[in-house]
Structure formats: structure tokens, C-alpha cells
């Protein structure tokens, strides 16, 4: 009989152990891992999200040339506002080298997740006119066309800016003295984005996403 180089049983069982702690190693740093990325990725999208829809509200804002919503000393979850139509008279087009249109920025029920709330916008331009300053100049009526938050109506643009729509003071849009809003024109606006870890089911294997952005914004002109 030829004798034959082996593996003892008390050998073959520490190997097996090793195997076993190393590959338990490897699945943890892998879950540890998995999660932190997901994590960062969720808050990168919140805050990107955040970002874009106050520079939205801005950049309409400080063109606007008539502000109705929400109405002066009060505030609301919806931002109304005309470009190129007059305050005072609703003539449009003020300046007749530009278009005339309406803006809607409103908070709606989320598509997706039941009890959660997005930041929607609407717009459309409105019908060709005849400039302010002539005898039969164009009027707009200053209804804006959105029976439902988020539903697309009638040829409007409706974008979905943010999800996760949870303002402190329970409004997004101010235009209230005791909100430091002291300028007619002007509008406070609040943007926050709360995901709950434990909302979505997630427990302690998530934790929550919380950012926001507070500006006070003047818009051209207004009551």
C-alpha cells in the first residue's frame, strides 16, 4: 500500500471555519456597503430635487409681472403668477416682443406613494394679444386652468419638481409680515424634502433624508 498525503479531520474543520468567518465578512462590508450607497444616492436625489425646484420658483419669480397667489398677509401650498401681463389693468402682452404666460407651482398627492405630497408645476402661454397701451388691448381673466394638482389639463406643461414634500410650518409659500415677508412683492418661500427611513418600511436599516431651502424672493411687480 502507498501511503498518501491528506487532510485531517481537525484540519478540514478549521479550514471550513475560515471559509465560513471570511465569506460572513465579505456579506457584511457587501450589506454595509450596499447600504451606504443607497443612502447617499436617495440623499443626493432629495437635495438635487430641493435645488431645482427653488431655482424654478426663483427664476419665475423675479420675472413674474403679476403675483396672485398666495394672496398679500397670507400664505399657501400654491404660487400663482402671470409673465408679461399687467398687475393692475391684465392687459397683456406688457412688452410685445415677448410671449404672455402663466405659472402654477402647487402641492399634490404623490403618484406612487400613498399620504405622501409632491411639488408640481404648471404652465401655459397664453393666446396671442394685443399689447398694453392700445385702445382694445388684450385682458386675461387670471384663472388659472388646474382643477387637480399634478393633472395634466387643457395643453398645459406639468412637471413634477420634488417629492417628499413636508414645509415645517405646514406652507410652502408666504407672503405673511410674521414670516419676515415686510415688501409687497416679495414671497418667502419654504422648501422641504423629509423621507422617512421608518415610513417607507425601512427601520433602522435607513435612516431619514432631511433637507431644506428658505428664501425670500421679489417678484418685478405686483399688488
Known sequence: MKQRKA???????????????????LATIYSTTNRHMFQNYRRNVIKTDVLISMRAIQAGLTQATRLDLPAAGTQNNV??????????????????????????????????IAGSWSLYHHTAQLPAGTPCGN??????NGVYPVPTCGANIGGQTVTLLMRHVSPPSGFMFSRRPADGVDAVGAVRVTLRSFWSAAGRGFGASQRDVDFSLDSVITVNRSN
Open 7 to 25: 487532510f485531517t479531520l481537525v484540519e478540514l474543520i478549521i479550514s471550513v471555519f475560515i471559509f465560513s468567518y471570511i465569506a460572513a465578512s
Open 79 to 112: 404660487l400663482a403668477f402671470a409673465f408679461n401681463v399687467d398687475q393692475n389693468s391684465a392687459c397683456y402682452p406688457v412688452n410685445n416682443a415677448l410671449p404672455a404666460s402663466w405659472h402654477y407651482f402647487c402641492r399634490g398627492a404623490d403618484p406612487l
Open 135 to 140: 385702445p382694445a388691448a388684450s385682458t386675461w
